[in-house]
């Protein structure tokens, strides 16, 4: 069975601090696919950044980056410099290949940004 | 700007109503869901489907009843909800790969009186 920890419940910034948001995730499965997802006070989960469980690279969008370790079965996001609007409850995901249309969340950290 | 719409985007309705939520989609995705999430928490799936056709039910109340009219439209209709079944019900579709994101719509907030 498939499962996502994401043992930060509630994470509270200064602006311009940088974050790390961690995600530990079960599967048995050798091929699977790890997301995240950012859902702002507006409602519309958003997604951020896919990577498949053969690429290991890790990968930065501006001021997003995320580490990917097979070896400890983590899937961590780190925003630096975070802004306000960085402000919201992010998901991490797992997808496995033998199990395609049923993606498990873990229970999402609330990350508030101060000014 | 959303690329998957739903409709309406609140509804308040009694326990012996009958009503429908609308979901639409032009990215040409096979796949599409229905998700329900209730405060500080995540998403659970509900219903997906793959090429119109039902492909999971989540062991959802059959007062819960989707429907997939076309590769572009998913519906939900609701009839003697519960107080309970009030949440946030979210929309969404991908490729019907397990690789594919999920691209959710703004969702419709629900109240059952």
């Known amino acids: 069975a498939q499962k996502v920890t994401q043992a930060q419940t509630e994470i509270s910034v200064v602006e311009k601090e940088d974050v790390t948001l961690d995600c530990v995730y079960e599967?048995?499965?050798?091929?699977?696919?790890l997301f995240w997802y950012k859902q702002p006070p507006s409602g519309e989960l958003v997604f951020l950044i896919r990577r498949n469980s053969f690429d290991e690279q890790n990968e930065i969008s501006g001021r997003y980056s995320w580490n990917f370790q097979k070896s400890t079965s983590s899937f961590n996001f780190t925003i630096t410099a975070s802004q306000v609007v960085d402000s919201a409850v992010y998901f991490c995901?797992?997808?496995?290949?033998?199990?395609?249309?049923?993606?498990?969340f873990g229970d999402g950290t609330t990350l508030t940004v101060k000014p | 700007d959303t690329e998957v719409t739903q409709t309406p985007k609140h509804l308040v309705m009694g326990m012996t109503n009958k009503k429908s939520l609308k979901c639409e989609q032009h990215m040409g995705h096979r796949a599409m869901y229905w998700y329900k999430q209730k405060a500080k928490k995540p998403p659970e799936l509900m219903f997906v489907y793959s090429y119109e056709k039902l492909s999971i039910n989540e062991s959802v109340p059959s007062r819960f009843s989707p429907e997939c009219p076309n590769s572009s439209l998913l519906n939900l209709h609701l009839h003697a909800l519960q107080p309970e079944d009030s949440a946030l019900y979210l929309c969404a579709s991908s490729q019907d790969r397990g690789d594919s994101p999920l691209h959710f719509g703004n969702g419709t907030r629900l109240t059952v009186t």
């Open positions: 995901a797992l997808s496995e290949f033998t199990n395609a249309g049923k993606s498990t």
């Open positions: 599967t048995r499965d050798t091929t699977y696919y």
